[in-house]
């Protein structure tokens, strides 16, 4: 990321490289309270410093970089389009980003990616809108163009670019971005430019604490990544039988810098059943998916509530309102359908309310907790800290 106002503060090591050219594209601070996206950030995850252009034309141009010693490179970069105190002006598609890739320090310059505004003009996002603007290096002068969709505030705005497959084996590759911005009510941010070298093939993905639960506003889907690197995105996909899968959703990563990152993401219209799985996406378009976690939205007057859910410290409460009185089997399940707990628990009429203590032998992990008696029955997916 940009950390100074110097044309060589770029992203750190090992992926980081330096731009040449004036300062004066460099900002800092946020956007205004009168600004569309409001008091937001130029830097993007805590960096001090964006690059920018507003009402002028901005090229800056990047060092030879190598390649040598790789088996795949991609450019990234966070982008976001801001109108400056203003609440008709955006971005539109005679303003744009382009980027162009030379494989031979500058003598050739292939036009890859363009970013524009929407044709409606006044489109504005941040760098949290779900849009990716993406692309292959093919090595011709015809770039691919990625429009915003709409005017006005773009929650899938093109926040993200990524150009992949960059010529590898090579010391000179090198980078130029131009940013086009029409009026001084407009302004282009782009800050954590990197360049993602592979050396060997990336840690493979390591999914834990992936968790489903019902909560007041949907289905809180939960997962970690313990080993994040070379990530494009997650999708969060749901079906209905446990077979076929549809995308709900994309969560960018984090940090792509081979530590523990943790992710939350909330289906609003979970089906009565629904299953779930995370899907991680490389830059190399090489996929892998976690377990699969059925979840049960299904509401009842007699349903058990459980919570928490992950369960902390081995205890778990069971809460229900208007049932039946008489005797309930309690029953856990782990992912092989075996049995690791049971216990027959005996509840008046009306609201109940009941902690359990799981035992030692009940490990960390995904679970299913079954409730029932002659004329209730409910099952839920328990997760075990």
Do not use: H
Not at 254 to 268: I, L, M
Request: charged share 10%; with cysteine.
């Amino acid at each position: 990321m940009f950390e100074t106002t110097g044309p060589v503060a770029f992203s750190p090591a090992p992926n980081g490289f330096a731009f040449t050219g004036s300062t004066a594209g460099f900002i800092t601070g946020s956007t205004s309270a009168g600004s569309r996206p409001a008091s937001t950030a130029y830097g993007f995850g805590g960096s001090a410093t964006a690059y920018n252009a507003s009402n002028n034309t901005r090229v800056i141009t990047s060092g030879d970089l190598s390649t040598v010693g790789v088996n795949f490179a991609a450019l990234t970069f966070k982008l976001m389009a801001v109108s400056l105190g203003s609440t008709t002006n955006g971005m539109e598609n005679t303003d744009f980003v382009r980027v162009e890739i030379s494989p031979n320090g500058g003598t050739n310059w292939y036009s890859t990616l363009q970013i524009t505004g929407a044709a409606a003009g006044s489109s504005w996002w941040d760098y949290s809108a779900t849009g990716i603007a993406q692309t292959n290096y093919d090595g011709n002068a015809t770039p691919v163009t990625v429009a915003a969709a709409n005017g006005g505030q773009n929650l899938a705005g093109p926040s993200t670019v990524i150009i992949r497959g960059l010529p590898i084996g090579i010391t000179n590759l090198r980078v130029r971005i131009t940013l086009e911005c029409s009026n001084n009510n407009e302004r282009w941010a782009m800050d954590a430019i990197l360049l993602l070298r592979t050396n060997n093939a990336p840690l493979p993905v390591n999914f834990a604490n992936v968790s489903a639960k019902q909560t007041n506003g949907g289905v809180l889907v939960s997962f970690s990544n313990l080993t994040e690197s070379d990530l494009n995105y997650y999708e969060i996909e749901r079906s209905t039988d446990g077979r076929n899968f549809t995308s709900i959703g994309k969560v960018q990563p984090k940090g792509n810098d081979y530590g523990k990152w943790d992710y939350s993401f909330t289906d609003v219209a979970p089906a009565n059943k629904s299953y779930y799985r995370i899907k991680s996406v490389e830059f190399s378009n090489t996929t892998k998916f976690s377990v699969i976690l059925k979840v049960s939205s299904e509401r009842t007057a007699n349903a058990f509530v459980v919570y928490p859910n992950p369960v902390q410290n081995k205890v778990v409460t069971l809460q229900a309102n208007n049932i039946a009185a008489g005797a309930y089997s309690v029953t856990i399940l782990n992912s092989n359908g075996q049995q690791v707990f049971a216990k027959t628990m005996n509840f008046q009429a009306g609201s109940v309310s009941q902690s359990i203590e799981l035992p030692a032998s009940v490990k960390p992990g995904m679970y299913m907790l079954r409730i029932e008696n002659a004329g209730t029955r409910s099952v839920t997916s328990l997760f075990v800290q």
